[in-house]
Nanobody, 120 residues
Framework: QVQLVESGGGLVQAGGSLRLSCVASGSFFSINDMGWYRQAPGKQRELVASITRGGSTNYADSVKGRFTISRDNGKNTVWLQMNSLKPEDTAVYYC??????????????WGQGTQVTVSS
């Protein structure tokens, strides 16, 4: 099995910063793309940022210039540095990973989510 465990969420004032971490563990061969999604109350889950194994990144327009995604392949970890936070960034943030296992190929895994709340 594969587990994704997020940490780093919390309550912050507008303009502040938070850094989310996600560590993958379990039995697998490699991790391809990793990413962060978020879901605000009453809204659909949306992609925030993603990063390939080679380090190419993609960001939602709403977070470009404020958020930075990075990863360490050796540590099976992905981070999301969030700066200049706005109240509209308030959501549950989920880690996502495309994981390759020899037994069943590539599958999509999700973390349990971490709450980020930005007060005005």
């Amino acid at each position: 099995q594969v587990q994704l465990v997020e940490s780093g969420g919390g309550l912050v004032q507008a303009g502040g910063s938070l850094r989310l971490s996600c560590v993958a563990s379990g039995s697998f061969f490699s991790i391809n793309d990793m990413g962060w999604y978020r879901q605000a109350p009453g809204k659909q889950r949306e992609l925030v940022a993603s990063i390939t194994r080679g380090g190419s990144t993609n960001y939602a327009d709403s977070v470009k210039g404020r958020f930075t995604i990075s990863r360490d392949n050796g540590k099976n970890t992905v981070w999301l540095q969030m700066n200049s936070l706005k109240p509209e960034d308030t959501a549950v943030y989920y880690c996502n990973a495309d994981v390759y296992r020899i037994t069943d190929g590539v599958n999509d895994y999700w973390g349990q989510g971490t709450q980020v709340t930005v007060s005005s």
